[in-house]
T-cell receptor, first 111, second 117 residues
Framework: QQPVQSPQAVILREGEDAVINCSSS?????VHWYRQKHGEAPVFLMI?????EQKGHEKISASFNEKKQQSSLYLTASQLSYSGTYFC????????????FGKGTRLSVIA | GAVVSQHPSWVICKSGTSVKIECRSL??????MFWYRQFPKKSLMLMAT?????????EQGVEKDKFLINHASLTLSTLTVTSAHPEDSSFYIC?????????????FGPGTRLTVL
């Protein structure tokens, strides 16, 4: 049930864009995106519910394609502070259920 | 967002001892909390679901007698690693949702780094 994330790692220069994908073989109810910096707990970025919605927060946005059971996280005009490991967590149904996380995508932004 | 705290933030212990980790929801009540474990450069692996007032639900492969979970109140869940061994060294993180307020975001505590010598 673990979602599959791609790419595994990416290196960007400041100002460049990146896309991180998260896909599931099962029908999803929701997709949650987190960023984790070394030695720290994951920080919540955003959540997408089934219905194909798209959300954005400043230069970070995400979409959820219900037909493909795939979510994508878009990072535009990347900043040094964007560096970290990005995880998607998925839920198969509504309710107080735990998230199942992908293996993560390590993003490094260099000057 | 909702705040989840953990204590201690790090602990070093000798092999064979037991270690208790506390997870608290500071500004909301959590009927359910989740315990995850993370090895270096790896993903978060769900260990168990902690339910207030009832037994925890453990994931396959997680020894319930080794990782004791108690969820005695709506704001506190504890994870006790019994007879810890070096292979138990890891980053343990709890999370919870503010379901009463209808929240769907899952907030994580700051984590506890356990090192067993």
């Amino acid at each position: 049930q673990q979602p599959v994330q791609s790419p595994q790692a990416v290196i960007l220069r400041e100002g460049e864009d990146a896309v991180i994908n998260c896909s599931s073989s099962k029908a999803l109810y929701s997709v949650h995106w987190y960023r984790q910096k070394h030695g720290e707990a994951p920080v919540f970025l955003m959540i997408l519910l089934k219905g194909g919605e798209q959300k954005g927060h400043e230069k970070i946005s995400a979409s959820f394609n219900e037909k493909k059971q795939q979510s994508s996280l878009y990072l535009t005009a990347s900043q040094l502070s964007y560096s970290g490991t990005y995880f998607c967590g998925t839920e198969l149904r509504s309710g107080n259920t735990p998230l199942v996380f992908g293996k993560g995508t390590r993003l490094s932004v260099i000057a | 967002g909702a705040v989840v705290s953990q204590h201690p933030s790090w602990v070093i212990c000798k092999s064979g001892t037991s270690v208790k980790i506390e997870c608290r929801s500071l500004d909301f009540q959590a009927t359910t909390m989740f315990w995850y474990r993370q090895f270096p450069k790896k993903s978060l692996m769900l260990m168990a679901t902690s339910n207030e007032g009832s037994k925890a639900t453990y994931e396959q492969g997680v020894e319930k007698d080794k990782f004791l979970i108690n969820h005695a109140s709506l704001t506190l869940s504890t994870l006790t690693v019994t007879s810890a061994h070096p292979e138990d060294s890891s980053f343990y993180i709890c999370s919870a949702r503010d379901r009463i307020q209808g929240g769907i975001e899952q907030f994580f505590g700051p984590g506890t780094r356990l090192t067993v010598l």
